[in-house]
């Protein structure tokens, strides 16, 4: 077994369980070779410890619920961790797609396809280039 | 054409077409019966919709309690017949007041999907000049550890307004599936403090409140999270076997009177068609024969299953979100051709936010356009009679008491909560759900077909009001200045000592709720007595 | 042969040593990514053997990664800092992994005192992942005090935990002879305390009393101590710290820590000199060289211990290639 694994940070920013589309999602990228770390509904303080901690190539948010929330996530993981970057899915309405994207961030709304999110996350991690 | 089985979301292989020798025995020979003779599959009554047309019930709810009290006035104006109290998931869901840490890192969150309240005088302002003495109302507490509260609050309320809680009506859900199965919360009560809950709300109704659905076992969100037709009957029905073997086991209540108390429940009314309008006379039917075989009830009254229904949230598209406004009619339609009591429409804009106002009238229309113009209401269970539904009933019930066999093998419906059995058929069947519209398989118009066709009316997600959590907290503060301390602490000790007991928590939780205890403390008490539920899944 | 490790290694580990926590968490990613034990070994000559480490194993779903979650408040009054490596298997066929542990270790009390790294097995056998010595020695190297590992959930025969830790803590629930009849022994053997977790479960004393049993049978003076708890709402972890505390004592007072821990070590290393061996074998029989050597060994003309010597040679030149 080789050793080049990348890894990623799945977190949900809201309060709010639906776990149909992370465990998707999730599934989907450890099929295609990925470290996936699950910490579920996380707080901002939450999720940039783990990204840290977890020295993670990846970070990727499940977002449902007002965009501010997940701005002050993808803020303070940019801010903790210059350069890694960060994709994000779930109830992401159309002016909060616009904000996300202005960050940098990818954003799959519902009804994307897991090839586009895997795709995704071996461009973001250098796996494929 | 290959010679591949065309199946049904059951995976019952569907034929091209139907005869009368393809409805299975015993079924076959029960097809001539009318409606309101049992087994029931095609409904209780009759005349049906001609006495009494299904009840229009949208759940609303968001902002600050006013925001939603505002709603739900205007939903009532607009022609609905009941009324659905959503309290914020935020803190409800978790029990917690808007000071909980986890809410204050989220607090642009609160009062998005549903009115925060906190304590008593939450509830009243968000009942301010409704109807409560003569509407069916929804108290909210869909979550199994919140009902306590979110019923005493509202019984609290009518109290105070001098109605009689004898003739209240209304139903509070306390359903397992919701956060057990379909949206896991981040904290709650285990399972077994769960079902204690539910059996003392049962009694408590049965002795102080004979017209309120106590508890209501929603099929909806275990389908919402993948179960199959088949799959979300035979957990409902395994659901309801807890409850009544618990009542059963404490032997306080006659068995009769709990048993037509568990008889509202709810289902998903999802987008196929024929094997869904199936599916609520399947219901019918497996709630009358489980009464008689396992219980020895016979009682027409209390074989009366009333359905409550929601189209399935989980089908309506981000892309091209007014197709969901035919989408919804659909399934609308198909859960008024299975014959429902109640029917709430997913607002066209579900995969974008909580329904704006706009979307929540077209849920409001949809239903009206089928009631006044469509002349449906004319004839019971229209469907009645034809090869196909009547072969796919019987199918449905076969299948579905297969499945409630499966869970009792795993150790009941609780059980198989607590191990995860039931969250890994749903994974499963989400898997390929999700796998064979990604192969094209399963087109999504507008999705992954059709996806030109550009919209002229932009659609953006509803986010509400901006200060629900800025007057939630001040709110918060002002009653913990204002509010008898000695007579809160005292309620909130006793509470807890109840909750320690085998005692019903419902009088303690009324006393809890008359003196301003706050839905946080609770929660508190929850924690300390009884832990959290070990989650047995990945979220 | 002293390894050659990137000046980036090199830098990384100083910057950890003076407690750069993001510096710790990338030499994690090189220890994993790279040659492990070479990392770890630029270690050794740091103040090592500090740390009390803590293993906890038990079947999947006893509850380990609950009960460390209940532990780490308590913990946190005896420790300032405490380092968490929590281990989940990798895919067989993709070689990805679901890191699930962390969710459950989310409590309240977590702040930065608490370093939780997720870590997947990545095709090793024993319980452990292949880095997990290296990733304990650099938490050791840069001070944490208590370093809590959870391993897989046991089902395998091979415990490298107990060549590992101090204080191996097994989790088991009400019922569990009844489900693991055939690795009851493996599982005895290698605990020096033992939770029965979930025990407001039917069947925690019939349990207790087999587990009494069982290690009776195993230790005639010294019967490694049982604790009650139910994690999801912390009943028992008071106790259950107590005794890993007494157990972390006896140990210290014995005065045999030393002597425990290098044998310990001895085990560790000749297991990981194994491995290395297997390996080796493994990539010259997956080589076309291999095919006359074996025909000649099948034939007579050379002996077995001829073969794996010069197997040896082989594989130690197609694993530099």
Redesign the interface.
């Known amino acids: 077994m080789d050793n080049s694994q990348k890894r990623i940070l799945m977190a949900k920013t809201g309060l709010d369980g639906h776990w149909r589309g992370p465990t998707i999602v999730a599934r989907a990228l450890r099929d295609a070779g990925f470290e996936v770390i699950m910490i579920g509904m996380a707080s901002t303080d939450d999720i940039v410890r783990a990204a840290v901690d977890e020295d993670v190539d990846l970070v990727g948010l499940n977002i449902g619920g007002h965009i501010n929330v997940a701005l002050r996530a993808v803020n303070s993981v940019q801010e903790a961790r210059p350069g890694l970057p960060l994709f994000a899915g779930g109830t992401v309405p159309p002016h909060a797609m616009k904000q996300l994207q202005a960050l940098g961030v990818e954003v799959f709304p519902p009804g994307s396809q897991l090839a586009a999110i895997v795709e995704s996350a071996e461009r973001l991690t250098h796996r494929s280039s | 054409m290959g010679t591949k089985p065309v199946l049904s979301s059951s995976e019952i292989e569907l034929k091209a077409y139907y005869t009368a020798e393809d409805i299975p025995e015993p079924h076959r020979s029960r097809v001539n019966l009318p409606p309101g003779e049992a087994p029931y599959h095609r409904g209780f009554h009759s005349s049906g919709y001609r006495t009494k047309p299904w009840r229009i019930f949208q759940l609303s709810g968001f902002g600050k309690p006013e925001d939603e009290n505002e709603r739900i006035k205007f939903l009532l104006k607009n022609g609905e017949t009941g009324f659905i109290m959503e309290h914020d998931r935020n803190t409800a869901d978790h029990c917690y007041n808007v000071d909980h840490p986890d809410v204050v890192s989220r607090r642009e969150d609160v009062g998005l999907t549903g009115a925060v309240m906190q304590s008593v005088r939450d509830i009243d302002i968000c009942l301010d000049g409704l109807p409560m003495d003569t509407s069916f109302a929804h108290a909210g507490g869909a979550v199994v550890q919140h009902a306590p509260f979110a019923l005493a609050g509202y019984w609290t309320v009518a109290k105070r307004r001098g109605f009689d809680l004898r003739k209240l009506a209304g139903t509070g859900q306390s359903d397992f599936n919701l956060t057990y199965l379909g949206c896991v919360t981040k904290q709650q009560i285990p399972t077994d403090a769960g079902l204690r809950f539910n059996a003392d709300i049962i009694e408590f109704c049965t002795e102080n409140l004979p017209r309120w659905v106590p508890v209501s076992v929603a099929g909806y969100n275990g389908a919402d999270s993948g179960l199959t037709p088949d799959q979300e009957l035979g957990s409902l029905f395994a659901n309801t076997v807890e409850y009544l073997d618990e009542i059963k086991r404490r032997n306080k209540i006659p068995l009769e009177v709990a048993a037509k108390g568990c008889g509202g429940v709810s289902f998903r009314s999802s987008i196929h068609i024929f094997e869904e309008a199936a599916k609520m006379r399947a219901a019918r039917l497996m709630w009358s024969d489980l009464l008689r075989e396992r219980y020895d009830i016979t009682e027409p009254k209390t074989a009366n299953l009333r359905i409550h229904c929601v189209t399935a949230g989980s089908k309506m598209t981000y892309q091209q979100p007014l197709n969901n406004i035919v989408r919804g009619t659909v399934m609308a339609l198909t859960a008024v051709l299975g014959g429902v009591q109640s029917l709430g429409v997913s607002g066209y804009d579900e995969a974008l936010s909580i329904p704006s106002e706009h979307a929540h009238q077209m849920s409001v229309r949809i239903q009206q356009i089928l009631q006044e113009e469509t002349n449906i209401c004319a004839v019971t269970d229209p469907l009645g009679g034809s090869y196909y539904i009547e072969t796919l009933t019987a199918q449905l019930v076969e299948k579905a008491w297969q499945f409630f066999e499966d869970i009792m093998q795993e150790g009941g419906y609780l059980a198989c909560l607590d191990s995860g059995w039931l969250h890994a058929k749903a994974a499963e069947n989400q898997h390929k759900e999700f796998m064979a519209m990604e192969s094209g398989e399963q087109n999504i118009v507008g999705v992954t077909f059709a996806e030109d066709d550009e919209s002229p009316y932009e659609v953006d997600g509803f986010m509400g009001t901006d200060d629900a959590f800025d007057v939630a907290t001040a709110r918060l503060n002002e009653l913990r200045r204002t509010r008898h301390e000695t007579g809160a602490k005292a309620a909130l000790k006793n509470l807890e000592s109840v909750c320690r007991s085998e005692s019903n928590i419902m009088p303690a939780m009324l006393a809890a709720l008359d003196a301003e205890v706050t839905l946080g403390e609770i929660g508190d008490v929850y924690r300390e007595v009884f832990g959290d539920w070990n989650t047995p899944i990945q979220t | 042969m002293l390894v050659s490790v990137s000046q980036e290694v090199t830098g990384l580990i100083d910057r950890a040593l003076c407690g750069e ?2 510096a710790l ?2 030499l ?2 090189k220890i ?3 040659h492990s034990s070479d990392v770890a070994q630029l270690l050794l000559g740091e103040n090592l053997g500090q740390a009390h480490i803590l293993g906890v194993t038990g079947p999947p779903g006893a ?1 380990k990664s ?1 009960l460390i979650n209940s532990l780490l408040p308590i913990a946190r009054q005896h420790f300032d800092r405490i380092a968490v490596l929590a281990i989940d298997p ?2 067989p ?8 542990d ?2 459950r270790m ?1 409590g ?1 009390s ?1 702040d ?1 005192s608490v ?4 870590m ?1 097995s ?2 090793d056998t024993g319980g452990l992942a292949r880095a997990a010595f290296g990733a304990i020695t650099a938490f050791d190297a840069c001070g944490w005090p208590l370093i809590i590992i959870e391993t897989l959930g046991i089902g395998q025969v091979e415990l490298d935990i107990v060549n590992v830790a101090d204080t191996v803590l097994v989790v088991l629930n009400p019922g569990w002879g009844d489900v693991f009849q055939a690795n009851k022994a493996g599982i005895t053997e290698s605990g020096n305390v033992f939770a029965i977790n ?1 025990c407001d479960r039917p069947g925690a004393d019939k349990t207790r009393q087999e587990l009494e049993e069982s290690l009776r049978l195993l230790h005639a003076d010294q019967c490694p101590r049982i604790v009650e708890t ?6 028992g972890a008071d106790d259950l710290w107590q005794v890993l505390l007494e157990h972390q004592h006896a140990l210290q007072a014995g005065g045999h820590l030393e002597e425990t821990r290098a044998d310990k070590r001895r085990q560790l290393f000749r297991k990981l000199m194994v491995n290395q061996l297997i390996a080796k074998l493994d990539s010259a029989l997956a080589s076309g060289e291999s095919e006359p050597l074996l025909a000649d060994m099948m034939a007579g003309v050379i002996s077995i211990d001829d073969a794996v010597h010069r197997l040896l040679q082989i594989g130690q030149r197609s694993g530099h290639s």
Do not use: Y
Request: charged share 30%; glycine share 10%.
């Open positions: 926590r993001s968490a990338r994690l990613s994993e990514r790279e509850g609950s990798s895919s066929f993709s070689h990805g992994a679901l890191l699930g962390r969710v989310q309240d977590l930065d370093f939780i790294r997720s997947a990545r095709g979930k139910v994690a999801t709402s912390d009943r």
